[in-house]
């Protein structure tokens, strides 16, 4: 039995390299504007602070979290500077002034309260103004832009630094709402006084076309490795790297089976590589029996059985050279273990793999 927490914590390399590597290809995809990072959800998992960090000194001067903490959070971790703004809105208040956030201007109602306390502080609140064109989540709709634009006197004392909107099929190109989308933020926008700068594609709006680029591009998932292109090859790299080290390697006779539930049965004589990493710490319990596999020197390793909350079984039978101490990657760039593919497995998208991401590992950020 190994000892000591290196050898029996599972460990999850960030490789920061390759997020840059992304940022700097979509930012080539967008030649029209800028491209902000999505770092909510502490960088969809990946560590908003050491991401953020990289990107900014890579160039990147823009940055969204969805809660206020997290801009608070990420103020401290980048200093001052690169605009940091916040998906899900605040009330105003002197931290947020304090840390010089950005709100996104979801209603009406968040546009008189910003404005109101521009008047009392007698200076501009910088903000992002978000239009619902079609996503029926956050931002004015139809209605409220209506009042908006018959009264831009309402947008006194706001300093937008742009007017955004949000694509809700990007990742499927030919979808009809892409363009209607593309058409009615044209349209809205139009309505509103002239010249403010605009963002609309995430990730996959930057593969959509020309007609989808703006001033200030907002991808998230892409820079984590995540494919914008689904049914087309990944042109990102992989950032993502999950290894769990071998607790013990056991022998089973023909006929045993494996796990809770007894779910999984050898056919013949195993030998059975336990990991130390289950659903605890986002290795989904539904990629059990699911055919989903970990990789070791570069060679597929099936998951046997039922993944539990702090263990997984792998068989490795036919791989006799693994033993104890040694690290199966369970998540990363070897086939069957990207974040997408893991995902196809258990019947989610990768973004819910990449977010699910347990605290429990020893985490290194590479390259930074
Ligand atoms: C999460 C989010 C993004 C980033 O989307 P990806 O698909 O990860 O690129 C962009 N804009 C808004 C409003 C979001 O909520």
């Not at 902000?36 to 990147?60: F, I, S, T």
């Not at 007017?163 to 009615?184: F, Y």
């Not at 680029?213 to 042109?235: E, F, Q, V």
Request: charged content about 20%; hydrophobic content about 45%; overall charge positive.
């Amino acid at each position: 039995m190994a000892t000591g927490t290196e050898a029996t914590q599972a460990v999850l390399t960030v490789d920061l390299a390759a997020v840059v590597a992304n940022w700097r290809a979509l930012r080539a995809r967008h030649p029209a504007g800028a491209v902000a990072a999505v770092v909510k959800a502490d960088a969809y998992g990946l560590g908003a602070a050491p991401v953020a960090r990289a990107l900014r000194d890579a160039g990147c001067r823009s940055f969204f979290v969805a809660h206020l903490a997290e801009g608070l959070a990420l103020r401290d971790a980048l200093g001052p500077g690169p605009e940091i703004a916040v998906l899900n809105g605040f009330a105003p208040c002197a931290e947020a002034d304090q840390a010089g956030l950005l709100p996104v201007l979801n209603a009406l109602g968040d546009i008189e309260a910003h404005a109101a306390h521009a008047r009392r502080r007698g200076a501009p609140v910088p903000a992002i103004l978000h239009l619902d064109t079609g996503m029926a989540r956050l931002g004015l709709d139809a209605r409220e832009l209506g009042v908006l634009a018959a009264d831009h006197a309402r947008l006194a004392g706001l300093a937008l630094r742009c007017v955004m909107s949000h694509l809700a099929c990007a990742d499927e190109p030919e979808h009809p709402l892409n363009r209607l989308q593309a058409e009615r933020f044209a349209a809205a926008c139009a309505r509103l006084p002239a010249g403010l700068p605009r963002s609309l594609p995430n990730s996959s709006g930057l593969f959509l076309g020309p007609e989808f680029a703006s001033d200030l591009a907002r991808p998230g998932c892409a820079l984590y490795g995540i494919n914008p292109t689904p049914g087309r090859p990944n042109p990102m790299r992989q950032a993502v790297t999950l290894e769990a080290p071998v607790l013990q390697v056991r022998e089973v006779p023909a006929g045993a089976t494996v796990g809770y539930g007894a779910s999984a049965r050898v056919e013949r004589p195993s030998r059975i590589a336990t990991v130390a990493a289950g659903y605890a710490d986002g290795y989904l319990r539904a990629l059990s029996n699911r055919g989903a596999v970990g990789s070791f020197a570069g060679r597929p390793v099936p998951l046997l059985g039922r993944v539990s909350m702090d263990l997984t079984t792998f068989d490795v039978t036919d791989l006799p050279e693994i033993r104890p101490g040694d690290r199966i990657l369970l998540l990363g760039a070897a086939p069957g273990c990207t974040p997408d593919e893991l995902a196809a497995r258990a019947g989610t998208i990768g973004y819910e793999i990449l977010t699910s991401l347990g605290a429990r590992y020893r985490r290194v950020h590479r390259n930074g």
